[in-house]
């Protein structure tokens, strides 16, 4: 059984990680289409090198687009749900911890409203 993808919806109805892959070169945007597919059809079984844990909840889709490195942070919401936080294209060695505290942010903002209606 597939699980569910929704791209996390700001207040005022932005999509960034629409907006984020709307921006990449078409063959980069199908490569992470793929791979966003291939999440929702292994949902956790789905793993390493593909996803990788960040902290808690928070977890990275890892694309690779040769010369480019795209992230996506995630987590798993109640039935069968994964939400698509928030895109970036790495360029360092380490995730920035920038990159991190917007998709916390908007993680704790999406649990805030879920759980307010």
């Known amino acids: 059984m597939s699980w569910n993808i929704e791209m ?6 932005r999509k960034p990680v629409e907006e984020f892959l709307m921006a990449l070169p078409k063959n980069h945007e199908t490569k992470a289409n793929i791979l966003i597919q291939r ?21 990275e889709l890892r694309i690779q687009a040769s010369p480019n490195i795209y992230r996506i942070f995630y987590f798993a919401h109640i039935d069968k749900k994964f939400v698509l ?14 990159e991190i505290r917007i998709a916390e942010n908007r993680m704790s903002e999406y649990i805030r409203r879920y759980k307010n209606g």
Request: net charge positive.
């Open 8 to 13: 996390y919806e700001t207040e005022g109805g």
């Open 85 to 98: 936080l928030h895109g970036f294209t790495k360029k360092t060695e380490q995730t920035p911890r920038k």
């Open 39 to 59: 999440l929702s059809q292994e949902g956790n079984m789905f793993r390493f090198p593909f996803t990788k844990t960040i902290s808690g909840k928070l977890k």
